[in-house]
């Protein structure tokens, strides 16, 4: 079995230190991907702490990753030695099920977690990529575009689709008030790819000490929620809100800023459990909705449209030895946008 090396949790409430362990024996269908970037995503530090109840560790996180193939599986067809490639955040989808669907695959029983799950095999816990290297099924790698940069493409793996695929389901485009909430690693890409869309972004983030960044990076209005008269302006402004909020927030309050028929979606996972009143749903015909990363399928066509528009993360990269002085980052909003590590750094 090959030996990988990287970094892992080993309990809820340590740091993250280094960690050698086992991949599975690459089969016939596989690509193995030597990983050169790997992005730190809010739900990383959601898993490793055990915020939401389901840790088995040790657990290597990370689940947007950009790498090179290094070796391909006798029927592997779409992939060779020496491609650039991304993995995000699953590695199987409809294990169980009689055939693949492709177009909801991320919301199937059966759906294998790039970390945090158990492989198709029913034994081997699956491992992230803070680690050197990964053997992934060939129907779950993804091809990143020639004109996009490894290390600034690895964060689309995740924030790019999660904020690509409502905006594509719930038909953003041209006249249509679009308000993205939390400006962090998902809300700058839902900025950049809803703006490429043609839609008319709003940010609604705690303060305006990010408003240039977000105006340069396309968005058309920028608020501070923390203005209460924020609330008063913008009431029955928006057809789609897009709330990337990993805190607790009273979401009746945005809720009022829909139009009648306007939709929330939920996209950042807070700990706890957020009370929403009838009322807030009721008198505009409003829905309050969630949407999940996004299909292999629709990753690709996520991927094609950034490599057409020329969309890639904003990033900060890091050694491997920063990750836990990173997450403190992320915890206080102090990141422009996603850290990324240079996973060359573990050779250090
Ligand atoms: P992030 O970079 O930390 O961004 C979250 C943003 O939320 C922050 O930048 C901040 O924006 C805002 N925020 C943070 N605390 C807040 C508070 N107390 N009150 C109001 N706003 C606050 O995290 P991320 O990686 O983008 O992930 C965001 C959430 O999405 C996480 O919960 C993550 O687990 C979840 N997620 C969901 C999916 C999915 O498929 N649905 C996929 C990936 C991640 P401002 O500074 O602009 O206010
Ligand atoms: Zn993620």
Redesign the pocket.
């Known amino acids: 079995m090959p030996i990988a090396r990287g970094y892992a949790a080993t309990d809820a409430s340590s740091p993250l230190k280094p960690f050698t362990f086992e991949r599975r024996e690459p089969n016939d269908d596989d690509v193995v991907i030597d990983i050169k970037f790997a992005g730190?995503?809010?739900?990383d530090?959601?898993t490793v702490r055990n915020e939401w109840k389901n840790a088995v560790y040790p657990i290597v996180p990370g689940h947007e990753i950009a790498g090179i193939v290094t070796a391909v599986g006798s029927n592997v067809t779409k992939f060779k030695v020496g491609d650039r490639v991304g993995v995000g955040?699953f590695v199987d989808s409809c294990v169980g099920c009689a055939a693949r669907d492709v177009d909801n695959e991320?919301y199937m029983p059966g759906l294998v977690q790039t970390y945090n799950s158990v492989e198709a095999d029913g034994k081997t816990a699956t491992q992230g990529g803070y680690s050197d290297m990964i053997v992934v099924k060939e129907g779950y790698v993804l091809s990143i575009p020639d004109n996009l940069p490894l290390d600034a493409s690895a964060p689309l793996l995740?924030?790019g689709i999660?904020l690509y695929s409502p905006l594509a389901h719930w038909n953003a485009g041209p006249g249509k008030k679009v308000a993205i909430?939390?400006?962090?690693?998902?809300?700058h890409m839902g900025v950049k790819i809803g703006s490429a869309m043609g839609a008319d972004i709003t940010?609604?983030?705690?303060?305006l000490?990010?408003k240039e960044d977000g105006l340069k990076l396309g968005a058309k209005e920028y608020y501070a929620?923390s203005d209460a008269s924020t609330f008063e302006k913008l009431a029955g402004t928006f057809d789609l809100i897009l709330c990337?909020?990993?805190?607790?927030?009273d979401w009746n309050a945005y809720l009022g800023l829909l139009k009648v028929n306007g939709t929330m979606v939920?996209?950042?996972?807070?700990e706890n459990a957020i009370p929403v009143h009838a009322f807030s749903v009721i008198p505009a015909r409003r829905s309050l909705a969630?949407?999940?990363?996004g299909s292999i399928k629709e990753t690709q066509e996520m991927l094609d449209f950034c490599g057409k528009h020329n969309i890639v993360s904003e990033i900060e990269t890091i050694n491997i030895s920063q990750v836990n002085e990173a997450y403190e980052r992320?915890?206080k909003?102090d990141?422009r946008?996603?850290f990324v590590i240079d996973i060359a750094s573990l050779a250090a």
């Open positions: 730190i995503c809010h739900s530090i959601h955040c991320q995740c924030a999660t909430v939390g400006m962090g690693g998902l809300g940010v609604l983030s705690q303060s000490s990010k929620t990337t909020v990993s805190a607790e927030i939920l996209l950042g996972v807070p969630g949407s999940m990363i992320v915890l909003s990141v946008y996603r």
